[in-house]
Antibody, heavy 120, light 109 residues
Framework: QVQLAQSGDGVKEPGDSVKLSCKAS????????IHWVRQVTGQGLEWMGW????????GYGKKFQGRVAMTRSTSISTAFLDLTSLTSGDTAVYYC?????????????WGQGTVVSVSS | EVVLTQSPATLSLSPGERATLSCRAS??????LAWYQHKPGQAPRLLIY???RRATDIPDRFSGSGAGTDYTLTISSLEPEDFAVYSC???????????FGQGTKVEIK
């Protein structure tokens, strides 16, 4: 069964950093891009960036450049999201998703989501 | 950067009715458009990619159409489980960037 299982710390204070994990199973991890998408309560989905697990190449949304890093460990088929300098505006549900479907590069498999809450 | 604008923001319909959702891009996305269904507490689900191709296991009551800057998701006859938020998404080639629309909520009338 193809799936992405997410884990990571949920409660942070302003200025903190958070590291989220996304473990792939049921397919070859290095064959598909991994994307990170978040949803702030009451708002739409927001694309944060992507990573090629084979090469490690990354691309980040302009809003997040400078405080986001996407990495991976191919030995454990896991992608990681690091987000620094957290503010209350980063309180959201964070999803990892597998990309690459068709010319759109659509996201066909999603993790269950991790809630990150930033509060003092 | 391509901006996706979805309309309407909310669509109030009854089960069995037809739903027509719109997604307009600020620049042509050349068919590189997908649609997702999103329910509270669940991960989004891919419905349509490349404007009109149904994803795996998606019922044929869901269809996508469009080209250039204007795209439509049609649900031919709403089932109770179809009441949800629907978002469109596009991919720009260079630099590789993905963008979502703000979503359309399909609610029970």
């Amino acid at each position: 069964q193809v799936q992405l299982a997410q884990s990571g710390d949920g409660v942070k204070e302003p200025g903190d950093s958070v590291k989220l994990s996304c473990k792939a199973s049921g397919y070859t991890f290095t064959r598909y891009d991994i994307h990170w998408v978040r949803q702030v309560t009451g708002q739409g989905l927001e694309w944060m960036g992507w990573m090629n697990p084979n090469s490690g190449e990354t691309g980040y949304g302009k809003k997040f450049q400078g405080r986001v890093a996407m990495t991976r460990s191919t030995s454990i088929s896991t992608a990681f999201l690091d987000l620094t300098s957290l503010t209350s505006g980063d309180t959201a549900v964070y999803y990892c998703a597998r990309g690459g479907r068709g010319e759109t590069g659509a996201l066909d498999i999603w993790g269950q989501g991790t809630v990150v809450s930033v509060s003092s | 950067e391509v901006v996706l604008t979805q309309s309407p923001a909310t669509l109030s319909l009854s089960p069995g009715e037809r739903a027509t959702l719109s997604c307009r891009a600020s620049l042509s996305v050349s068919g590189r458009l997908a649609w997702y269904q999103h329910k509270p507490g669940q991960a989004p689900r891919l419905l349509i990619y490349d404007a009109s191709r149904r994803a795996t296991d998606i019922p044929d009551r869901f269809s996508g159409s469009g080209a250039g800057t204007d795209y439509t998701l049609t649900i031919s006859s709403l089932e109770p489980e179809d009441f949800a938020v629907y978002s469109c998404q596009q991919r720009s080639n260079w630099p590789p960037t993905w963008t979502f629309g703000q979503g359309t909520k399909v609610e029970i009338k």
